[in-house]
Each structure stands twice: as C-alpha cells, then as structure tokens.
C-alpha cells in the first residue's frame, strides 16, 4: 500500500493566573491550559472534521514546547527569574491510503 502523509497543528489557550509567590506577586502567568476550550472549540471540531472528511487518519499526536521567562523588576544584588516549558501544542500526522503496489 502507498500513503500521503499530512501535517497540521492547533495552539492551546492558556488561562493567565496572578501569581502570589517570592517576588512575582504583581506578575500574571500563563500556568493552566484552557482544557474545556481546547477539547470543546468549534474551531478544533471544524480542524478535525476536515482532514477525515478527505479520508486522512491520526497516526500520531506530538506537543509543541515554548518556554515562558519572567524576571523580576526587583533590583538587587542579584536579579531573579523563573522559566518554565508550556505546551504551545499539538502536531497531528495525518496518513491515508491513496493506492496499492498492486
């Protein structure tokens, strides 16, 4: 059998939190994904109805990284930061069959 292979990609929403620790009491974080919006999202539904309309199925599902960095505004002897990795999201392999080596 042969195969076309497709790539496609869907963003994850973050809900921004304040946060309440160290020196970032005045910072706002992306620290929860937005669950019910990204599996409930027209938009998501519309992304997956397209691609098995034209007969493709999901071979594979892989997370997007990016890192979030905060400094403080404090200034000391030393400046602080935090950093940390947030699923920007997801990658779908598509694959469908589109002949034989018949």
């Known amino acids: 059998m042969r195969y ?15 946060t309440g620790f ?9 620290l929860e994904p937005d669950v019910e919006l990204f599996l409930n999202s027209e938009a998501a539904q519309k992304h997956f ?5 034209e007969g493709y199925g999901i071979v594979s599902v892989q997370p997007l990284l990016k890192a979030v960095v905060q ?15 947030l699923t920007a999201g997801f990658v779908f392999f598509w694959q469908r069959i589109i002949g034989s080596d018949e």
Do not use: C, M
């Open 49 to 53: 109805r397209k691609y098995e309309a």
């Open 71 to 85: 400094q403080s505004k404090e200034h000391g002897p030393q400046p602080h930061g935090i950093a940390y990795p």
């Open 22 to 30: 160290l020196w970032f009491k005045d910072k706002t974080l992306p």
């Open 4 to 18: 076309e292979h497709k790539t496609s990609y869907l963003r994850v929403s973050y809900v921004v939190q304040e």
